[in-house]
């Protein structure tokens, strides 16, 4: 692939850093330009990064396509984790929000089980009606979550505020000890455990995109790409962080609105992605983008952000609160009973999609 062809290809990421260098030149004159300016400035840049995070998407399915299930969305969903925890930290950085960190873990679980998989379900139910897929793979999936979300996101509530280094140190130890079985269950002997086998004539022209299209792109190119990317993203997060404060503030908005704006720019690229899949009758790629995108979201963003906690001694706020209690609670329990049979309908992915529309209302009325 040529330069000229390949800055052609890559023009959104270009966007993306000549945008950064625009707004490091003016930033200060958009903020005394007052809060509508600040906020507008602050949408326009998280239009952009989300732009960005798709070129990310795009070479991390480029790589997935390459190495093939389940090593492939495993790619997929560490590409996204990795953007959502750069911004964290950076947003972090710039807000006073202790609660951040929960809301945004807590609104990526909502994003990617009841937004992403509800939706592809919806749809690619009506177009295929009954979707098979490997239904070890949601169980495992689901009670990882349950148990994840539980050990850092529950159990909190009863810490006292004198021993909560205690219990930060050993919730690190235990996501690492949870992801690092999990991992050699996803890439060692269990790996059928996260795939599925289609029939070939489906496989032939329902897949991805066709592998000689893949070969065309160097993985050298893809992992370089990715990388840049994150950075030029990271870099466009700093100013976001910096002028949505501004535009926000003593605005009135739900405080949940900035952990609501971090999960979406992660899940946007899989969105698109799963629908795709969805569309094309592959079931057990939205499972494993879902899924897998929400558990990697808990059990990789907890440790990394307690370390921060650690190292700073200013603990996060990472109890939930009775409302997302509730709604992860059921969100877990109606995906145990719809992904228990190893197909989906239209039906389940509806009752996923009308939880992603109650936790949008209950995001507008601040709960």
């Not at 070939?200 to 893949?214: D, F, S, W, Y």
């Not at 629908?275 to 990394?304: C, D, E, F, H, Y």
């Amino acid at each position: 692939m040529g330069l000229l062809s390949l800055l052609k290809q890559e023009r959104f990421l270009i966007v993306a850093l000549a945008a950064g260098l625009v707004a490091y030149s003016i930033e200060h004159s958009v903020l005394e330009a007052g809060q509508t300016a600040s906020l507008i400035a602050a949408v326009v840049l998280i239009g952009i990064i989300i732009l960005a995070s798709t070129r990310v998407a795009h070479h991390a399915e480029v790589l997935a396509r390459k190495v093939g299930d389940p090593y492939g969305t495993m790619i997929l969903t560490l590409s996204a984790v990795a953007v959502e925890v750069l911004i964290l930290a950076i947003m972090m950085g710039n807000a006073s929000s202790p609660t951040l960190v929960r809301d945004t873990i807590y609104a990526a679980v909502m994003l990617d089980i009841n937004g992403i998989l509800g939706l592809a379900a919806l749809l690619g139910g009506l177009r295929h009606g009954e979707q098979p897929y490997n239904d070890d793979s949601s169980r495992t999936y689901s009670v990882m979550i349950l148990t994840a979300m539980g050990i850092s996101m529950i159990v909190p509530e009863f810490i006292p505020g004198d021993r909560w280094h205690y219990y930060s140190a050993f919730t690190i130890c235990a996501m690492i000890a949870l992801y690092a079985v999990f991992l050699k269950m996803q890439v060692g002997p269990h790996s059928y455990f996260f795939s599925y086998t289609y029939p070939r004539a489906e496989t032939a022209t329902g897949g991805q995109t066709p592998r000689h299209e893949a070969e065309h792109e160097s993985a050298a190119i893809s992992i370089g790409v990715i990388l840049v990317g994150v950075l030029i993203i990271g870099f466009l997060a700093e100013f976001m962080s910096t002028l949505m404060n501004a535009g926000l503030e003593g605005s009135g908005a739900p405080l949940t609105l900035m952990a609501v704006v971090v999960a979406a720019i992660s899940a946007a690229p899989e969105i698109l992605t799963a629908l795709r899949a969805a569309l094309k009758n592959r079931m057990q790629s939205v499972v494993n983008i879902a899924m897998g995108a929400s558990l990697s979201t808990v059990i990789l963003t907890v440790p990394v952000m307690e370390s921060i906690a650690l190292y700073s001694g200013q603990p996060f706020v990472m109890a939930m609160t009775p409302v997302q209690t509730v709604m992860v609670a059921i969100t877990l329990v109606v995906a145990a009973i719809n992904l228990n049979d190893g197909q989906t309908n239209a039906i389940e992915g509806m009752t996923h999609f009308v939880l992603f529309a109650t936790f949008v209302m209950l995001t507008a009325l601040g709960l």
